[in-house]
């Protein structure tokens, strides 16, 4: 199932959504995670099958449980 994960880059303007494709929920919102740390995008929400939408809020919270040790 392909997981789309929505942002705009603030590089462009008018900054303009754009989204990426990903095999797995795991790997949209890890992409998202990364993306959320770079000050030049920002996250929309990652959607999954069937039209299920993750929010950034919700991204946020997967982020911080999710967070490697690596990165604390």
């Excluded at 942002?7 to 797995?24: G, M």
Aim: net charge neutral.
């Amino acid at each position: 199932m392909k997981w789309k994960l929505h942002f705009t880059s603030n590089h462009s303007l008018p900054a303009r959504p754009r989204w990426q494709d990903y095999n797995s929920e795991v790997a949209a919102l890890s992409a998202a995670c990364d993306m959320m740390k770079a000050s030049h995008t920002t996250v929309l929400y990652v959607e999954g099958p069937d039209h299920k939408r993750i929010e950034p809020e919700a991204i946020k919270r997967w982020c911080d449980a999710s967070q490697r040790p690596d990165e604390s």
